[in-house]
């Protein structure tokens, strides 16, 4: 995976690093779709960014992840733990972009429901 931004959570005080700092974007169809099929899992601080994105899948998948659901603003809206291979996740309402990571990352990193999120480039405040 191409490591390109990292991830950042709103604070009070401002952003602050989420720990995952090797986060790729899909943005295209053909990227999205592709999404972290054959991959045989994800190295810590590793997370894929999917914009636009209303729902996702485990099919073919060969680990288990955390899936946050986020709104256009970048607020999340839930986020489901640990799902296996060979599952659809639907989406809540209003979602417009998702980030996966490995299972147990996102709890790691302090992320869930009601948090603001964002992608920076590497280096940036």
């Known amino acids: 995976?191409?490591?390109?931004?990292?991830?950042?959570?709103?604070?009070?005080?401002?952003?602050?690093?989420?720990?995952?700092?090797q986060a790729a974007t899909a943005t295209s169809w053909l990227r999205r779709g592709i999404g972290l099929l054959g991959k045989r899992g994800l190295s810590p601080g590793e997370a894929l960014w999917l914009e636009p994105c209303g729902s996702v899948h485990t099919f073919g998948m060969r680990f288990d992840l955390d899936v946050a659901f986020m709104d256009a603003s970048g607020r999340v809206l839930a986020v489901v733990e640990a799902a296996p291979?060979?599952?659809v996740i639907?989406?809540?309402?209003?979602?417009?972009?998702?980030l996966e990571a490995a299972a147990g990352a996102l709890r790691g990193c302090g992320i869930d429901a009601g948090c603001t999120l964002r992608l920076a480039p590497p280096g940036a405040g």
Not at 1 to 18: E, H, S
Not at 90 to 98: K, M
């Open 1 to 21: 995976m191409v490591a390109a931004m990292r991830v950042q959570v709103a604070t009070p005080a401002g952003w602050r690093p989420a720990g995952l700092t």
């Open 85 to 87: 291979p060979w599952r």
């Open 90 to 98: 639907a989406a809540p309402r209003g979602t417009r972009a998702v």
